[in-house]
C-alpha cells in the first residue's frame, strides 16, 4: 500500500514538474521574440513555483473529490463546496506563491514587501487557479467512474460465466438421467431372457458411470477420453442388439489430444442407434470419424438407417430428442457461433451428424 502511495505522490509532482518545465519554456521562448526577453531562470522559475503548490494541493483535491463526489445525491450542496473550496485553493496557491517568489528572489534586491501585490496576483490568477481545481475534480470523477465501470464489468463476465456454467451443469444432468433410463430399461429387458448378457450390460455401465464421475466437474476432456466413454456405450449398445449393430472409428490420431465437449458423442450416437439402427430388421452400421483441419475439429457421426424424412430440415429437425438439443444448447454455450452441427442426409442412405468445433491442442 505504501509503495502504491509513494508511486502516486511520485507521478502528481512528476507530471507538474513536467507541465512547470514546459511552461516555463513557453515563456523564455515567446519572450525571446520581443523587446523582452526573459531568461531561463527567471522563466523556470515562476513556473516551477507554481507547479510545485499545485503538486503538493493534488492529493488533497483528490480527496475532497473523493469525499464529497459530485452525483445524484446531495448534489448542489456539493457543488456549493467545491465552489468554496476552490476558491480557498485560489487564495492560497496565488498568496503564496506571490510570498514565495518574493522571499526568494525580490527580498534580496531591497524592495519592500506590498501586500497589495499579494492581492493582486490572487486576484489575476483567480480563474488560472479555479480552472486547475476544476480539471482536477473532473480528472479525480473521471478515473472513479472509469473504475466502477471496470468493475462492473468485471461482475458482469463473472455472472454471465457462472450463469453458462450452471446452464450448462444442468444440461449434463439432464443427459445423464435419460442416458440411464435406456439403459436400465435395456438391462431389464435382458435380466431374465439373457442373464449373462444383463451382466456384461451391467459392467459396461458401472465403467461408464466411472469414467462420468471421474469428469464431473469439467465441461471439457480430450477426445481420447471421450472415445473411452463412447466405447464403454457402444458396448452396452452391441449387447443389447448383438449381431444388428456393427460399429467403425476412424479417427486420426493427431485429433486424440483435441479438447472436445464431455459426453458429446454418446447422444449424438444413440440417436442414431434410435432411429437408424432400432428400427431396422436387417444389420445396421454406424461409422464415427475424427479429423482436424485448419485450426477445426470435424466429428462426423454416419449411419445406414432411413435418414431424415421430407417434412424434416438439415439444419433443425422438426422433432429431436433430448439428446440432440442439449448437444445443440451446450455447443452454442461452449463455442457461440464458433461451431457448425448439422444433419443431412447421405447420397447413399443413411444420415450424416456433423460437428466442427475450434480445434486447441493441448500437450
Known sequence: MWERGW???????GVWTLIGLLLGSQIHFSAALSDR??????ALSSQLIFTTLWALGTPFVLWLSARFPIGRQRLPRHLALHLLFSILFAIVIAGTFQITY???FVHSLGKPYAPMQTLRTII??????LGVYALLLFLSHAVTYYRRFQAGELRTSQLETQLAQSQLQALKMQLHPHFLFNTLHSISALVHRHPDDADKMISRLGDFLRLTLENSGTQEVMLRRELEFLKCYLEIEQIRFQDRLT???DIEPQSLDTPVPNLILQPIVENAIRHGIAPRATPGRIEISAHRKNGTLRLRVRDNGPGLSVNQTATQPSKEGLGLANTRARLHKLYGDAHRFELANDPEGGLIVTLEIPSRLES
Open 247 to 249: 460399429t467403425h472409428l
Open 37 to 42: 526577453p526573459v531568461g531561463w531562470v527567471d
Open 124 to 129: 489575476f490568477n483567480a480563474s488560472e487557479d
Open 7 to 13: 508511486f502516486r505522490v511520485g507521478l502528481i509532482f
Open 102 to 104: 518574493y522571499w526568494l
